[in-house]
């Protein structure tokens, strides 16, 4: 069984950025999908941004073009690097993993911006 584990969330100002990193228990490489998720507090979860197997990506059209979402096979971890944050984007993110149609969450890891 995958075990995800989020880091990198935290307090930031409107504007300023977070790397939010979710390492893997095992090799991403046969993942068919991974991506993130976020839920705001009294809200349901949102998907964010996702990327294929093949390195395609996906994203939530209010964070296009402020994140991006990668991958480093090499360290099992998947990443969101977030710019220009705003404080609609507070929420705890989660990572996910599609692996062969079974999928898998991590814990999440709480962000915060202030305006």
């Known amino acids: 069984q995958v075990q995800l584990v989020e880091s990198g969330g935290g307090l930031v100002q409107a504007g300023g950025s977070l790397r939010l990193s979710c390492a893997a228990s095992e090799s991403i490489v046969s993942n068919r999908l991974m991506g993130w998720y976020r839920q705001a507090p009294g809200k349901q979860r949102e998907w964010v941004a996702d990327?294929?197997?093949?390195?395609?990506?996906n994203y939530q059209r209010s964070v296009k073009g402020r994140f991006t979402i990668s991958s480093d096979n090499a360290k099992n971890t998947v990443y969101l690097q977030m710019n220009s944050l705003k404080p609609e984007d507070t929420a705890a993110y989660y990572c996910f993993a599609d692996r062969q149609g079974v999928p898998y969450w991590g814990q999440g890891t709480q962000v915060i911006v202030s305006s």
């Open positions: 990327i294929t197997h093949g390195g395609s990506t």
